[in-house]
């Protein structure tokens, strides 16, 4: 067996060992309220499987030793992490803001992984470890979270028709959110990685007009194991 294969069966592994140590009622909960747990066990083969995919497309493209910032980092995310610190020896920096999701998370990393240097931070991604800047950023389907930003869920998503549209609701959104891209985009290094799927390329390539930055945006998309996203990469510069 060659070395590359040796590491990603042991990703496999441990990401399997976390998955099995999680709690999925309360993951069940956060996530869904009702029918959560179930829906889980449906997808935990497609967050293993997946989540490889688009680690070994990052992993492509990131530098070993470098550090990353993950956007509302949860499950489905546990695959790439994993691998970046593991493969690439890369620093993770995962936040969300949900606390509960956060401490169910790192209770199974602990029990599961404890060697492994990965902890969820509850937090907002634009001010955890202040002053520090990435070399990637990872922001996937948090622009489109229905839960936070309703209205800018529904346009991106093409499910509220032009003469049904709150319009003064979605100027507020949108303003946020821009708040927010634009917070994201100062923690990124130059040159560097954003992660991101289709529906929210346009907030980064706002920030880089702003900044005068250019962008190359990849062609080749991996599907997202939750939500089925189509996600790629931006390079910036």
């Known amino acids: 067996m060659r070395r590359g294969e040796a590491d990603w069966r042991a990703v496999t592994k441990l990401t399997e060992r976390v998955l099995e140590r999680l709690d999925w009622q309360a993951l069940g909960e956060i996530y869904f309220h009702w029918g959560g747990e179930q829906f889980w066990q449906e997808r935990r083969p497609r967050v293993v499987e997946l989540g490889e995919v688009l680690a070994m497309r990052l992993l492509q493209q990131v530098p070993k030793g470098g550090a990353s910032l993950w956007v509302g980092a949860g499950v489905a995310e546990l695959p790439v992490l994993i691998a970046e610190v593991l493969m690439h020896e890369r620093t993770v920096t995962a936040a969300n803001l949900r606390e509960r999701e956060c401490e169910v998370l790192n209770a199974g990393l602990l029990v599961a992984v404890p060697e492994?240097?990965?902890?969820?931070?509850?937090?907002?991604?634009?001010?955890?470890?202040?002053?520090?800047?990435?070399?990637?950023?990872?922001?996937?389907?948090?622009?489109?979270?229905?839960?936070?930003?309703?209205?800018?869920?529904?346009?991106?998503?093409?499910?509220?028709?032009?003469?049904?549209?709150?319009?003064?609701?979605?100027?507020?959104?949108?303003?946020?959110?821009?708040?927010?891209?634009?917070?994201?985009?100062?923690?990124?290094?130059?040159?560097?990685?954003?992660?991101?799927?289709?529906?929210?390329?346009?907030?980064?390539?706002?920030?880089?007009?702003?900044?005068?930055?250019?962008?190359?945006?990849?062609?080749?998309?991996?599907e997202t194991a939750v939500v089925g996203d189509p996600v790629g990469f931006l390079t910036v510069r």
């Open 116 to 222: 492994v240097a990965l902890r969820f931070i509850a937090g907002d991604a634009r001010t955890v470890e202040p002053g520090r800047l990435f070399d990637h950023i990872g922001c996937i389907s948090v622009f489109t979270d229905p839960e936070t930003w309703p209205v800018i869920s529904d346009v991106a998503y093409g499910r509220v028709a032009p003469v049904q549209l709150d319009v003064e609701r979605f100027l507020a959104e949108r303003e946020a959110t821009r708040e927010v891209a634009k917070g994201l985009f100062a923690r990124l290094a130059r040159p560097g990685l954003v992660t991101t799927s289709a529906e929210e390329v346009a907030w980064f390539l706002e920030q880089a007009e702003v900044h005068g930055a250019t962008v190359d945006a990849s062609e080749d998309l991996v």
